[in-house]
């Protein structure tokens, strides 16, 4: 898959490049993956600087990430590949998440979906979420890459243990 998405954070929360030592400190090497996820997840979201540090996170997971930073894009990365999960943000600078799931979805996208998003945080827009667009979780922004990767874990299953 030759295209990749974004992330979209806040920079408290980045963890220094690979390679670079914060003052005083060495680099040591990153943590070994003990599981995978062997799926490919939809990641959309304008935001450049959040999809570069969801991305690793995901992929530290041994997932495939398609990276959308639009609605258009995200709508021909779906239609060009199997996805499994998609994480898809609530405003974009071409629409809107929850036009992009409903349109998605009646064009046959069966794959899970996390929503996130600083403004659909209220029970009202959960539960339409949910319930008519068949959201699997709704995440408030900001959130870390950590807990999405929680999020993606509980949803896609146990993970499959690398060969030694």
């Known amino acids: 898959m030759d295209e990749l998405l974004a992330r979209r954070e806040n920079p408290a929360n980045m963890a220094p490049e690979r390679g670079g030592a914060s003052r005083g400190t ?14 490919t997840i939809l990641l959309v979201d304008d935001d450049p ?14 997932a495939s ?11 021909g990365l779906a239609k ?5 999960l998609a994480i898809v943000d609530g405003v974009l600078a071409d629409g809107d998440g ?7 979805r ?7 979906v996390v929503f996130i998003s600083q403004f659909w945080r209220d029970p009202k827009s959960t ?15 900001p959130v870390t890459p950590e ?11 146990p993970r499959q243990a690398e060969p030694t």
């Open 147 to 157: 807990v999405l990767v929680q999020e993606v874990e509980r949803l896609l299953g």
């Open 106 to 112: 009646k064009d046959g996208f069966a794959a899970k």
């Open 127 to 141: 539960r339409v979420l949910q319930g008519e667009l068949k959201v699997s979780a709704v995440l408030a922004k």
């Open 26 to 39: 060495r680099p040591g090497p990153p943590p070994p993956v003990l599981c995978r996820v062997s799926k």
């Open 65 to 75: 990430v398609a990276e959308a930073g639009s609605v258009t894009e995200a709508r």
């Open 98 to 104: 929850p036009a992009l799931i409903a349109s998605l």
């Open 49 to 62: 600087h959040f999809r570069r540090k969801v991305t690793p996170a995901l992929e530290a997971l041994g």
């Open 80 to 84: 060009g590949n199997t996805i499994e």
